[in-house]
Nanobody, 126 residues
Framework: QVQLVESGGGLVQPGTSLRLSCAVS????????IGWFRQAPGKEREGVSC????????YYADSVKDRFTISSDNAKNTVYLQIFSLKPEDTAVYYC???????????????????WGQGTQVTVSS
């Protein structure tokens, strides 16, 4: 069955870096786009980055584009989200999700996401 499993979260200090992983199974990663989302306490879930694994197209929310890098490794069936210069406002549960399809026009957050991981907590605090 389709599964997405996030890992790599934790308690980190401001200014440090972190790499989140989204290990997928049950489908061919290269046929889909994968999005990363986050939800901070008391806030709505927001999309932060997306990658079309088939052609390598990427998208970043304006709030993170200078500090986040998304990538994929088809051989490992894994999508990564590298976060640099972590800030306290990055504290959230981070989720990966499979897009229904592999392309988007304009904003990938308007597309449907049909499978979600359970999330990994990132806490940025000194």
């Amino acid at each position: 069955q389709v599964q997405l499993v996030e890992s790599g979260g934790g308690l980190v200090q401001p200014g440090t870096s972190l790499r989140l992983s989204c290990a997928v199974s049950g489908f061919t990663l290269g046929y889909y786009a994968i999005g990363w989302f986050r939800q901070a306490p008391g806030k709505e879930r927001e999309g932060v980055s997306c990658i079309s694994v088939s052609d390598g197209s990427t998208y970043y929310a304006d709030s993170v584009k200078d500090r986040f890098t998304i990538s994929s490794d088809n051989a490992k069936n894994t999508v990564y989200l590298q976060i640099f210069s972590l800030k306290p406002e990055d504290t959230a549960v981070y989720y990966c999700a499979r897009m229904y399809g592999s392309r988007w026009i304009g904003n990938p957050w308007q597309n449907e996401y049909d499978y979600w991981g359970q999330g990994t907590q990132v806490t940025v605090s000194s």
